[in-house]
């Protein structure tokens, strides 16, 4: 059995948290049509992420899993409903999981980290993790500060375990050429803003449709972190909102975090086309 069978999905697919860019309906959405729908609780409370699980469920019975902010400051309540909850599938991001490690593994918790560069995948390895995510700074939102194919190239010789490549994948042919360079999986986040099932305001997805090649950034906040944003509105900042842009498409105040894959992707399609886009040649 495949590992990604194991985890109760028919591919080797995740869609990315993404914070507050995700709803119960897209990940439902991918979770009934083969791949791992994924909640994003960063910023959320634990009612609020817990009402997202049970309206989940209600859409579907797949496997779907939670992704964690690993600084937000209520990380211990997040993690208690995840438990109550019994999700099986985590992903985590903004630190480290080993203060964690051993309540998510006593609860049966499958745990896939997103890993930025070797120096933490390497970390990682040394926790009972179930996989490592890989992520190229071709993907949206706060990234690191090396693309995908180098980044795989130097993990895939010393990761044991499925090694999932995200940034920059959208179909068929980017998938492929991630597993290539050693990826069993991908983890897909921006083409699924496009999906019908997103709930991303309308000026948010009509900007991504008109992205064109080399119309995203990388832009670094007060902290020097990097973040991808598209280009277009001007003035975006990753210091900005999110969910400013997500719920009212503030060209203001909103951060329209978005890959390198905005580029060719130009219009809204159900979950499932984008998934089989990916999957089939």
């Known amino acids: 059995m495949t590992w990604y069978h194991q985890l109760g999905i028919k591919y080797p697919l995740f869609q990315g948290g993404m914070a507050w860019a995700t709803n119960v309906e897209l990940v439902a959405a991918v979770s009934n049509n083969g791949a791992l729908g994924i909640i994003g609780s960063g910023g959320r409370t634990a009612s609020e992420l817990q009402e997202m699980i049970h309206q989940t469920k209600r859409l579907t019975s797949s496997p779907f899993g939670v992704n964690l902010m690993l600084l937000d400051k209520n990380i211990d309540q997040l993690l208690q409903v995840i438990y109550d909850e019994k999700i099986s599938v985590v992903t985590t991001g903004a630190g480290s999981p080993k203060k964690y490690i051993d309540t998510i593994v006593a609860n049966h918790i499958k745990l896939f980290p997103v890993v930025p560069s070797l120096k933490i995948a390497k970390k ?96 670094s906040n007060k902290k020097g972190h990097l973040a991808r944003l598209l280009k277009k509105p001007s003035e975006t900042s990753s210091n900005q909102s999110l969910k400013s842009a997500v719920e009212q498409g503030d060209l203001l105040n909103g951060a329209f975090m978005a890959g390198t894959s905005s580029a060719y992707i130009n219009k809204i399609e159900p979950a499932e086309t984008i998934i089989k886009r990916i999957i089939e040649k």
């Open 124 to 219: 990682m390895l040394e926790l009972p993790v179930t996989g490592i995510i890989a992520e190229g700074t071709e993907a949206g939102g706060h990234v690191g500060t090396q693309n995908l194919s180098s980044l795989l190239e130097e993990i895939t010789s010393l990761c044991p375990l499925p090694l999932i490549a995200a940034g920059g994948i959208h179909d068929y042919h980017s998938f492929s050429s991630a597993k290539n360079l050693g990826a069993s999986g991908a983890q897909v986040g921006t083409a699924f803003l496009l999906a019908k099932e997103c709930q991303i305001s309308s000026t948010y997805q009509k900007l991504i449709c008109q992205s064109e090649k080399n119309e995203t950034i990388l832009i």
